[in-house]
């Protein structure tokens, strides 16, 4: 498992390099957006791949390992969605980007849940050279 997860974050570290490279590039050359916007989207896609083989995996391992006992949800939360995010950084920078990469990973799991009527809690998250984010997010249908 443990190899797994070190290949999963370097995958995600140069996915998310990479991205912030065209990112920069976008801001530089504005001429190139249109171009740029497109090779983002295509990098949307492989950011999507990357997750669902490493959950997959996690999938795989978590049969194989007695489930561990759910945190409960403060019950003062009413909303039809519940968020929970930790994010971890060294500097405000690196927080940025990381909240950033958190908020596109979370537009995907929304997505997800809106497109399935019973869907479950879903988490999620990344570690690397700019620090760590974890969420879980739940919706009242699932309860």
Do not use: C
């Not at 498992?1 to 996915?15: A, P």
């Not at 957006?33 to 996690?58: F, G, N, P, W």
């Amino acid at each position: 498992m443990e190899k797994v997860d070190d290949l999963t974050r370097e995958k995600l570290r140069e996915w998310q390099m990479r991205r912030l490279e065209i990112k920069d590039r976008i801001q530089s050359h504005p001429e190139q957006t249109l171009e740029l916007s497109k090779v983002l989207d295509l990098m949307d896609d492989e950011h999507a791949d990357i997750l669902s083989q490493a959950e997959m995996i996690r999938a795989t391992d978590a049969a194989d390992e007695p489930a561990a006992p759910a945190e409960p949800t403060p019950l003062s939360l009413t909303g039809a969605f519940t968020l929970q995010l930790n994010v971890a950084a060294q500097s405000a920078e690196d927080l940025r980007r990381l909240l950033d990469m958190a908020v596109f990973e979370l537009q995907q799991q929304i997505s997800a849940m809106a497109s399935t009527p019973d869907a479950r809690p879903q988490g999620g998250g990344m570690s690397g050279s700019l620090g760590e984010y974890r969420f879980e997010l739940g919706s009242q249908g699932n309860a």
